[in-house]
């Protein structure tokens, strides 16, 4: 156990800063329900992230859910891509509303955003574009789009946490941003999320549905869920924004050491590296061409976890290949996604990742070429 190596080990602060932050609810007996961890964690998170306005949530799932319900769609069709976690797609459908698969672009992995424009019709209503990786969407050509055609902007932001663009906080473009803080995500609350966004009024529906549509004691206005993040949550949230820069920094020098060993290698693409962005260095994905690299993506995988090293084929398989959407979709409609889907190994990258690690990983990586 000691020795295996996962794709990602949650960051925690140390146990006797988390007991201090948490004192003060043994004292109060308030554990949920928007209490003073709550708020704090908020405000926090308004000054860390950049934006104008965050409301927390039990992860990332019910903020991107919600957010899409408080937008007021209930039939229609939203843009987005395959190439995400599962999330994201069913934050769409669970909505009523019909996802329509975009291909992503081959190098930042993100929406294509010269195909979107083919894509809209009468009955589009919204974008969900995926900050993949931490890599940041073409927000630009997005932002023209959206507004030549009436489309508002979600930004699934879940990779996303603690980046700017040109200086900007990640989550102050589009209408709403949302973030996942679950414990293997950079910033974690053990379970948790947030939606960014700029209107006051959509904040406040999405205030309420988040506790059930409840207006006041006695008015139930909007068919919500419960989402709540709770104060012990909001604690953790406390303490591990303090480390933040930290752990990124560590997890910068773990993607440099990568970076070392396997730039340049024939059959290995690397992420590439944006302009005008300050990265978070959430995840270390690898593309290997088989006929070049003379090994398969699954090949070297299964190397690694011969030596107890356990990769992640994130994202596969693509969501429009789904079980559950029963064959409503065609995956050979985003081609791209689709072939880096099959190609693609995100390697372990953590804050305390030993550097000796990454060494190891790249020997048996480099070991694998024919
Ligand atoms: C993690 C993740 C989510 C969902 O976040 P949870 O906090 O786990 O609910 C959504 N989208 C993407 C792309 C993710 O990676």
Redesign the pocket.
């Known amino acids: 156990m000691k020795d295996q190596i996962f794709v990602t080990r949650s960051s925690m602060p140390r146990l006797d800063e988390y007991i201090d932050e948490i004192k003060d609810i043994w004292d109060s007996h308030w554990m949920t329900n928007m209490g003073t961890k709550h708020q704090k964690l908020q405000q926090q998170l308004i000054s860390y992230l950049g934006v104008p306005y965050i409301d927390l949530f039990t ?4 903020a ?1 859910e919600l957010s899409l319900q408080a937008l007021g769609f209930h039939k229609g069709e939203v843009i987005t891509t395959p190439f ?2 599962a ?2 797609t069913h934050a769409i459908v669970r909505n009523g509303l019909t996802p329509v698969f975009c291909d992503i672009d081959p190098l930042t992995y993100t929406i294509d955003s010269s195909r979107i424009e083919s894509l809209i019709t009468d009955r589009t209503v919204a974008i969900v574009p ?1 900050h ?1 990786y931490g890599n940041i969407c073409d927000i630009g050509e997005i932002e023209r789009i959206a507004k030549k055609y009436g489309l508002k902007i979600i930004y ?1 932001a ?2 996303a946490f603690g980046e700017t663009y040109k200086g900007k906080g990640i989550g102050s473009f589009g209408d709403v941003s ?1 973030f ?3 414990a ?2 950079v910033f974690n609350t053990i ?3 947030a939606s960014a966004y700029k209107d006051y009024d959509f904040g406040t529906k999405l205030y309420r549905l988040k506790n059930f549509g409840i207006r006041d004691s006695e008015t139930v206005d909007g068919v919500g869920a419960n989402a709540k993040m709770n104060e012990f949550c909001a604690a953790m949230g406390i303490c591990n924004l303090k480390n933040i820069d930290e752990e990124i920094k560590k997890r910068k020098t773990v993607a440099e050491r990568y970076r070392m060993h396997l730039e340049n290698i024939e059959g290995i693409r690397l992420n590439i590296i944006q302009k005008d962005i300050k990265s978070n260095y959430a995840y270390f994905p690898v593309v290997f061409d088989e006929k070049i690299f003379g090994r398969s993506r699954n090949e070297v995988m299964d190397k690694l976890e011969e030596s107890d090293i356990f990769t992640r084929k994130y994202f596969y398989p693509l969501t429009n290949t789904f079980a559950c959407f029963h064959g409503r979709f065609d995956a050979t409609d985003t081609p791209i996604a689709l072939k880096l889907s099959k190609r693609v190994l995100t390697l372990p990258i953590y804050a305390d990742l030993e550097l000796e690690s990454v060494d190891k990983i790249c020997e048996i990586i480099l070991k694998c070429k024919i």
């Open positions: 992860n990332g799932h019910m991107l995400t976690f999330s994201t995926v993949v699934d879940a990779h949302c996942s803080f679950h293997t995500k379970e948790g999320g």
